[in-house]
């Protein structure tokens, strides 16, 4: 399989290309410059490589939750790119991503990730390890106040890691829920090679029916006159 990844939904940019075993990626941590950065990092690869995009079997998309504006910079990239060369895109949270990269370096069974919201929140993904050392959902992402994450209580396992930037943004949280985690991760942004992790070829989509998870869904409506 020949996959580009691409994930701009932090403050990480974010880019992989995966052709079979080798990958080749690009990634920067850099506020507010994902629309400078994003097409050279491509073409970068892309040229490293030797391939074109309509060589690809699909483009790999980093599909959030996170930052609106990010959201739409990658998924806007990602329908051009995939509309031209022909191609579908494979959609990928970009929570369980940064819970893969921590699976994949720690023995961590739980991993409870967490990326600003702002207004106080944060959206928050569960995932439990599977067999093949990749991430679960144990519950549906969603938007989470200040306060106790009821559904770590009920975790058995006794392995588990908290992840993600939304920790040290709201230390508030952390402090409540610090005594149901093991440690606190160094990994805050997603990486797209992870997102390659992640890929599932069966639930690619036309690039027209992509659809960002926004959560917020008030933030992602359009105003009304």
Not at 4 to 20: E, Q
Request: proline share 4%.
């Amino acid at each position: 399989m020949k996959l580009l990844a691409i994930d701009t939904s932090s403050l990480a940019c974010t880019v992989a290309l995966g052709i079979g075993d080798e990958l080749i990626e690009r990634h920067e941590e850099q506020e507010r410059e994902h629309t400078r950065l994003l097409m050279p990092m491509i073409r970068d690869v892309l040229d490293q490589a030797g391939v074109e995009l309509t060589d690809l079997d699909a483009v790999v998309l980093g599909n959030g939750p996170g930052s609106f504006i990010g959201m739409r910079i990658a998924a806007s990239v990602s329908q051009g790119l995939a509309h031209g060369a022909g191609l579908r895109i494979i959609p990928v949270s970009s929570m369980a991503a940064v819970a893969a990269e921590v699976m994949d370096t720690t023995d961590s069974e739980i991993v409870a990730v967490t990326q600003d919201a702002h207004m106080q929140e944060v959206y928050l993904g569960l995932y439990a390890r599977r067999a093949d050392g990749l991430p679960q959902s144990i519950c549906d992402e969603r938007l989470q106040s200040q306060n106790l994450i009821e559904e770590l209580q009920r975790c058995e396992r006794k392995s588990s890691i908290a992840a993600g930037h939304g920790w040290q943004r709201y230390p508030k949280l952390l402090a409540v829920n610090e005594a149901l985690f093991d440690g606190l991760s160094d990994v805050l942004y997603p990486r797209a090679a992870y997102l390659l992790a992640l890929a599932d070829i069966s639930v690619a989509v036309l690039p027209q029916d992509i659809q960002p998870a926004y959560l917020r869904q008030k933030v992602a409506e359009k105003p009304k006159a």
